[in-house]
């Protein structure tokens, strides 16, 4: 049975497991480096990217999470995670912090603004629903989210969202000193691919929607003829699990 771990260091760790288990798929919990041996593939989840930097310091974790990326086994960034994965983040605290990289793309850790202007939306996936079915939206849960500035040319976007009319703008501390951040487009990226990296600036996992955790699960699958005992259920066994064509999608997710 393949085996995904979570890094479980701090954030949406838990919901992240229990959207596995949901599809019947056995996460196990990350917290030392020597943990990342045997993966088939890795969730970073959401939560407060500069904290979970601190806590990956602490452990030692930043060169084997690395080394991990660059196997090419699947890596999946929620939220922090997006963070976390990035070439460069803008809009960090000074001083900034590590980040793992491998995603070819700049992100801006608040691009939304505080914790006040979280937020939900359905977002348009039609490559979603193409891979897995379903609807072609998904509920997007944003949280105090990062948003995708710019991506290089081997990234794919799978979906953006429209910049809400509200956003604060957000000044970005920088070495030189406080400089004015400006966007100008009306839409932002807020998904990716690039390869086996996959990156959503917001939780699938605190949704009932498991199509973003099966989409994770089937990438490896495309790209190695490694076979998931996961995906052997059959497909009434995942229709009948999958909360997006059985019941509205409700909030929130805990178990
Ligand atoms: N929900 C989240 O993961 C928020 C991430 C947050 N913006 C950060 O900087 O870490």
């Avoid at 000044?171 to 807020?190: F, H, L, M, P, Q």
Wanted: aromatic share 6%; glycine share 10%; with cysteine.
């Amino acid at each position: 049975m393949a085996v995904v771990g979570v890094l479980a260091l701090q954030g949406s760790y838990n919901e992240h497991l229990a959207a596995l288990r949901r599809i019947g798929v056995r996460g196990v919990e990350v917290r030392k480096p020597e943990q990342l041996q045997g993966l088939d593939s890795l969730i970073i989840p959401g939560g407060e990217s500069t904290t979970m930097a601190k806590l990956a310091n602490y452990h030692n974790l930043f060169p084997a999470l690395q080394e991990f990326v660059g196997t090419g086994r699947p890596v999946w960034g929620t939220c922090a995670g997006l963070i976390f994965l990035a070439n460069k983040a803008v809009g960090q605290k000074s001083g900034g912090q590590e980040l793992i990289g491998g995603l070819d793309c700049t992100v801006h850790r608040n691009f939304f603004g505080s914790q006040l202007q979280s937020f939900e939306t359905e977002l348009s996936v039609p490559m979603l629903a193409e891979k897995e079915g379903g609807s072609d939206t998904c509920r997007g849960v944003f949280i105090r989210a990062p948003a995708i500035l710019d991506v290089g040319s081997d990234v794919e976007v799978l979906a953006d969202c429209p910049v809400p009319s509200d956003r604060p703008s957000i000044t970005i501390a920088s070495g030189e000193g406080v400089e004015e951040e400006v966007y100008s487009k009306d839409r932002v990226i807020v998904a990716v691919r690039q390869g086996n990296i996959l990156a959503t600036a917001f939780h699938p996992e605190l949704t009932s929607d498991s199509r973003w955790h099966r989409f994770f699960l089937d990438m490896d699958k495309e790209s190695d003829t490694k076979a998931f005992s996961a995906l052997s259920l059959s497909s009434s066994s995942r229709d009948s699990q999958d909360g997006s064509k059985n019941k509205p999608l409700d909030l929130p997710i805990f178990e």
